[in-house]
Antibody, heavy 117, light 108 residues
Framework: EVQLVESGGGLVQPGGSLNLSCVASGFSFSNFNMKWVRQAPGKGLEWVSYISSSSLTIYYADSVKGRFTISRDNAKNLLYLQMNSLRDEDTAVYYC??????????WGQGTLVTVSS | DIQMTQSPSSLSASVGDRVTITCRASQGIRNDLAWYQQKPGKAPKRLIYAASSLQSGVPSRFSGSGSGTEFTLTISSLQPEDFATYYCLQHSTYPPWTFGQGTKVEIK
């Protein structure tokens, strides 16, 4: 069974940093591209970042470019999102999602990031 | 960037009703579209991929159609467990991958 479990969320002050993790199991993690998608309270889904299976291709949404860094450790089946210079508008549930060639087919349960003073 | 416009933003329907949700792309995206269902406090679940292919394990009352710029998700006979919010996602031209704003299906 495919499982994705995010962790690392919490309350942080504006300007602060957090590092999210997503541990994968039940599939060959190193063969799959991955995404982070977020959802602000009461709002819709927003793509945040993408990393290819080999880490050779990385993309960011304009809203997080220069502040967030996506990475992965295929040996440990881990996906990361390092978030710096956090803003109020980054408050959201962050999901990691497995992405075969096209659209995400499996999602974690999400981790809540709250940016507030 | 490709914009995805979903309609309606919400609807009220009864069990057994046929429900149709539309997603329009600001430019052609071939059939590079997926539909997701999300229940409160839960992660999204993929229902349809490649515009019309049913995800394994998803009931056959769900169907998708369309190509180019206009797409529909149809629930042929609404069931109690189908009350949720539905999103489309385009993955034709990226980045960015863009979602529709969502359609909340509520009980009438």
């Amino acid at each position: 069974e495919v499982q994705l479990v995010e962790s690392g969320g919490g309350l942080v002050q504006p300007g602060g940093s957090l590092n999210l993790s997503c541990v994968a199991s039940g599939f060959s993690f190193s063969n799959f591209n991955m995404k982070w998608v977020r959802q602000a309270p009461g709002k819709g889904l927003e793509w945040v970042s993408y990393i290819s299976s080999s880490s050779l291709t990385i993309y960011y949404a304009d809203s997080v470019k220069g502040r967030f860094t996506i990475s992965r450790d295929n040996a440990k089946n881990l996906l990361y999102l390092q978030m710096n210079s956090l803003r109020d508008e980054d408050t959201a549930v962050y999901y990691c999602a497995r992405t075969p060639s096209a659209s995400p087919d499996s999602w974690g349960q999400g981790t809540l990031v709250t940016v507030s003073s | 960037d490709i914009q995805m416009t979903q309609s309606p933003s919400s609807l009220s329907a009864s069990v057994g009703d046929r429900v149709t949700i539309t997603c329009r792309a600001s430019q052609g995206i071939r059939n590079d579209l997926a539909w997701y269902q999300q229940k409160p406090g839960k992660a999204p679940k993929r229902l349809i991929y490649a515009a019309s292919s049913l995800q394994s394990g998803v009931p056959s009352r769900f169907s998708g159609s369309g190509s180019g710029t206009e797409f529909t998700l149809t629930i042929s006979s609404l069931q109690p467990e189908d009350f949720a919010t539905y999103y489309c996602l385009q993955h034709s031209t990226y980045p960015p991958w863009t979602f529709g704003q969502g359609t909340k299906v509520e009980i009438k």
